[in-house]
């Protein structure tokens, strides 16, 4: 196990690492704030799935992660920012989430976004999770702006109930153009 870890911090390390090296101005310079984003890549991408559709990203034309719904809960999460979710029974879970590293190269059209859940927990009756995440999503999107196909890495760390699978690094996920940030 310590071994899955350790490779899924690096995999998540260098996603991480590349999205603020490669980060590209217009000028070519390199950058590791925000980057402009073109109108079609900008916008909301939501996981095309078989059975409901779990993540979802809001992207900016300013090159930032503006919220995202996450998989664990379907929680609605921003960067930099502790999000509280009234459950069924009253009780509130927590969302902490860190900030979010937004790269687009427009000579390859690679997209890149990546953050992490700092901690959160998840109240449920008796019942208690607790943990942290790292998320990053790396890939090309397609000519029309209306696809992106990614590479999913996802390091966390659920507690011993909820171990890791090793198959969740580097998962291909594709995701399609909502709309721009606008409503265009």
């Not at 390390?13 to 101005?25: I, S, T």
């Not at 900030?99 to 390859?108: C, K, L, Q």
């Not at 019942?127 to 990053?136: F, T």
Request: aromatic residues 8%; glycine residues 10%; hydrophobic residues 45%.
């Amino acid at each position: 196990m310590k071994k899955i870890l350790a490779v899924a911090a690096v995999v998540a390390a260098v996603v991480l690492a590349g999205c603020q090296e490669n980060a590209k101005q217009p000028d070519g310079a390199q950058s590791g704030a925000a980057v402009k984003l073109p109108p079609e890549v900008a916008g909301i991408w939501q996981e095309e799935a078989d059975e409901g559709a779990a993540w979802a990203l809001l992207l900016t034309e300013d090159g930032q992660l503006q919220e995202a719904r996450i998989a664990l809960g379907a929680v609605v999460v921003k960067p930099d920012a502790v999000t509280k979710v009234e459950m069924k029974d009253g009780q509130f879970s927590t969302f902490d989430v860190g900030p979010a590293v937004v790269a687009y190269d427009p000579t390859t059209r690679e997209l890149a976004v990546a953050f992490d859940l700092k901690h959160f927990q998840v109240l449920f009756g008796d019942e208690r999770i607790e943990g942290n995440a790292r998320y990053a999503f790396t890939g090309p999107v397609s000519e029309d702006g209306q696809h992106w196909n990614t590479v999913f890495a996802e390091q966390f760390d659920y507690g011993p109930r909820f171990p890791m699978d090793p198959n969740g690094i580097g998962v291909p996920m594709s995701f399609r153009k909502l709309k721009t940030p606008q409503g265009g």
